[in-house]
């Protein structure tokens, strides 16, 4: 059974569609305005446009960087805070704008090629062939809430390998701490 449909009939529905998806609108717009907003934090060089510390007698070989596997918490480019100094959490509408880690790697080649004591500092991944590899594994990036102030902790470890003989030339953890700013994600 075909069922014949009026013009005024076609025009109301026509209505009800358009006055329909306006209300929903009307009502998307105030739930998304509502909403907590998701940021997105850049990690920094607190020294950068700092003036180099005095650079040693410059070594002729070429330095790759790469990164070596991150802990499994902070292989997330959420930001991580511990509310009791020993678990640790994700902030829920902060993130790193990249993986701490990739950025870690990004700063440490500005930071060693600033200082001009290689011939070359590049990414492992840069198809640039290398005398010594550097790897750098990010073992901790957090907001320490329970103190007051809050802290923030960064600590990597680093290996620096002979990459033409296979060898590992020497093995060191870095562990910092900074005040934070504030007691949030921004801080």
Not at 6 to 33: E, F, K, M, Y
Not at 133 to 146: A, G, M, V
Request: aromatic residues 6%; charged residues 25%.
């Amino acid at each position: 059974m075909n069922a014949q449909v009026s013009p005024q009939d076609r025009t109301r529905r026509q209505l009800l569609v358009l006055g329909g998806s306006a209300a929903l609108g009307a009502l998307a717009g105030c739930t998304l305005n509502d909403a907590p907003r998701r940021d997105f934090h850049v990690l920094h060089d607190i020294k950068a446009g700092a003036p180099p510390p005095p650079v040693p007698p410059a070594v002729s070989q070429v330095l790759l960087l790469d990164l070596a596997g991150s802990t499994t918490l902070y292989e997330s480019d959420h930001m991580v805070y511990s509310a009791d100094g020993v678990s640790r959490s994700y902030f829920q509408f902060a993130q790193w704008s990249e993986r701490p880690a990739r950025s870690l790697l990004r700063l440490a080649e500005t930071r060693l090629a600033d200082a001009k004591h290689f011939r070359a500092v590049a990414l492992s991944s840069s198809g640039v062939r290398g005398d010594l590899l550097l790897t750098l594994r990010l073992d901790e990036l957090f907001l320490d809430d329970s103190r007051r102030p809050g802290v923030v902790t960064l600590a990597f470890t680093a290996a620096l390998l002979d990459w033409r003989d296979r060898r590992l030339m020497a093995r060191r953890r870095f562990e910092g701490t900074q005040q934070a700013a504030t007691r949030d994600a921004a801080g």
